[in-house]
């Protein structure tokens, strides 16, 4: 299950997870960085020929991907924001 992803929570203050900004000042919490790992390894091993696109990550830069017909897009926590509020 999630355990992997909700046990980082639990080191956070009783409101709020913890989380650090990235460059575009959005939140990045240790829960998006573990579950963004979690899917990329598992991607990966099962489609290791599909390039992966993922929003916690350096990726491959537009020319080099735009004529691809296929690439896995990742956000591992779709909505950190509330994820960090624990909504």
Not at 13 to 19: E, L, S, V
Not at 43 to 53: A, D, R, S
Not at 60 to 78: A, G
Request: charged residues 30%.
């Amino acid at each position: 299950g999630g355990g992997a992803v909700k046990k980082p929570v639990g080191l956070a203050p009783p409101r709020q997870a913890a989380h650090t900004t990235k460059a575009d000042n959005s939140p990045i919490t240790i829960a998006d960085k573990i579950a963004n790992e979690i899917i990329i390894n598992h991607l990966k091993k099962i489609t290791p020929n599909i390039p992966i696109i993922s929003e916690e990550k350096t990726n491959i830069e537009y020319e080099k991907r735009k004529d691809r017909n296929e690439f896995w897009l990742i956000d591992p926590i779709d909505g950190t924001k509330d994820f960090i509020r624990k909504n």
